[in-house]
């Protein structure tokens, strides 16, 4: 039996998520891994490799976060920008940024970003805040609620 | 005016060094760091790794931008001439 994953495909049971199966040595068996993010169309298209050429500029969002002590009760919007051999993701309204090797790297980072961020500034008193980072709290504020 | 080409670590050390920024994060793949002007948080930073591969200005724009930076002054804080008194000086006009 050749292991690994054999199959990845939506789940049938669980919204926003996909069913992954893989062969162990010993067994078989499925799960269900939820989608850390969503796409638009222009940027996942199913049962295809994605390839983003170097002009284009894409939009995606963050809609489920990677520490779950958290949720998002909106998606954070990312441009998606391909330069050269890297790829630039960036939350234009937290001015949060970051350049990785693939789509993936760069979403995960600023997954953890957002994170990191609003417990920062969720630790802060607002009088301790200049300008840019208060209105940082405030959308973070609006997006992201405790589990 | 273009930012100019520097090494990553030569980036990470004037930052460190000049601005000294309380870090927050110093987990992969970037610390990450918090600015301040007395005890108010004017703005914040993402520190490039300890890497001698060249940044170039489309990579460290952005951390101009951290840093409310032009170009010339980011390159002045890179090429020695802008002190970290200065850079403070500079900030205050964004509390």
Same mark, same amino acid.
């Given at each position: ?10 789940? &049938? ?5 996909? #069913?992954?199966?893989?062969?162990? &040595?010993?067994? @078989?068996?499925? %799960? ?6 969503? @796409?638009?169309?222009? =940027? ?15 939009? !995606?969002?963050?809609? !489920? ?9 909106? &998606?954070?919007? =990312? ?32 997954? #953890?970003? %957002? ?5 920062? %500034?969720?630790?802060?008193?607002? &009088? ?18 405790? #589990? | ?95």
């Amino acid at each position: 039996m050749e292991e690994g994953i054999v199959s990845c495909v939506p789940s &049938a049971t669980e919204s926003n998520s996909v #069913q992954v199966h893989m062969n162990s &040595a010993s067994f @078989a068996y499925y %799960l269900n891994i939820p989608f850390l993010f969503s @796409a638009s169309s222009e =940027v996942f298209i199913e049962g295809e490799n994605r390839c983003i050429n170097e002009t284009d500029i894409l939009y !995606t969002k963050i809609d !489920t976060l990677i520490n779950f002590n958290y949720k998002l009760k909106r &998606a954070f919007e =990312v441009k998606i920008t391909k330069t050269g051999d890297e790829v630039l993701g960036e939350i234009e309204e937290l001015e949060l940024y970051s350049f990785g090797n693939n789509e993936f790297e760069t979403l995960r980072e600023l997954n #953890q970003n %957002l994170t990191e961020m609003y417990e920062y %500034l969720s630790s802060k008193n607002d &009088a301790n805040l200049g300008k840019f980072p208060l209105n940082w709290k405030r959308i973070l504020s609006s997006h992201i609620s405790n #589990q | 005016m273009k930012i100019n080409s520097y090494p990553e670590k030569l980036i990470r050390k004037k930052i460190l060094s000049k601005i000294k920024p309380e870090i927050i994060n110093k987990n992969a793949p970037h610390w990450w760091g918090g600015i301040y002007v007395g005890k108010v948080l004017v703005t914040k930073v993402k520190i490039p790794n300890e890497h001698n591969r060249l940044m170039h200005s489309n990579k460290s724009k952005h951390i101009a931008h951290d840093l409310r930076l032009g170009a010339e002054d980011f390159n002045r804080l890179i090429d020695c001439s802008l002190k970290g008194t200065e850079y403070y000086i500079k900030l205050r006009a964004f509390i």
